[in-house]
């Protein structure tokens, strides 16, 4: 049974940090890049950090940038997002997702075949 599982998340306030963890189980984790996207209240949902399959290629989205950082252990099946500098606008339900792709990064949804459950990431004072 594929499972993706994330954790991590929670109630922050601005400028605080928090980071996210994504850990896969029933499928060969090695092949799959891994991408963290997040969706807001009457927003769609938009890829905020993307890696490869062998951590080599990374991609974050230019409202993130040197604030997140995407990372990935395979020896543990575990996907992580760093968070930093948390802006109130950073506040959605995030899901990290898996793509059967080959040496590159995708940020297209469609590409997506696995999705964990979502988690709430808050930044509120």
């Known amino acids: 049974q594929v499972q993706l599982v994330e954790s991590g998340g929670g109630l922050v306030q601005p400028g605080g940090s928090l980071r996210l963890s994504c850990t896969a189980s029933?499928?060969?984790?090695?092949?799959?890049?891994i991408g963290w996207f997040r969706q807001a209240p009457l927003k769609e949902r938009e890829a905020v950090a993307c890696?490869?399959?062998?951590?080599?290629?990374?991609y974050v989205v230019d409202s993130v940038k040197n604030r997140f950082t995407i990372s990935r252990d395979n020896t543990k099946n575990t996907v992580y997002l760093q968070m930093n500098s948390l802006k109130f606008e950073d506040s959605a339900v995030y899901y990290c997702?898996?793509?059967?792709?080959?040496?590159?990064?995708?940020?297209?949804?469609?590409?997506?075949?696995?999705w964990g459950q979502g988690l709430q990431v808050t930044v509120s004072s």
């Open positions: 029933g499928f060969t984790w090695a092949h799959f890049a």
């Open positions: 890696i490869s399959k062998d951590g080599g290629s990374s």
């Open positions: 997702a898996a793509a059967y792709v080959d040496g590159v990064v995708t940020t297209s949804l469609i590409e997506y075949s696995y």
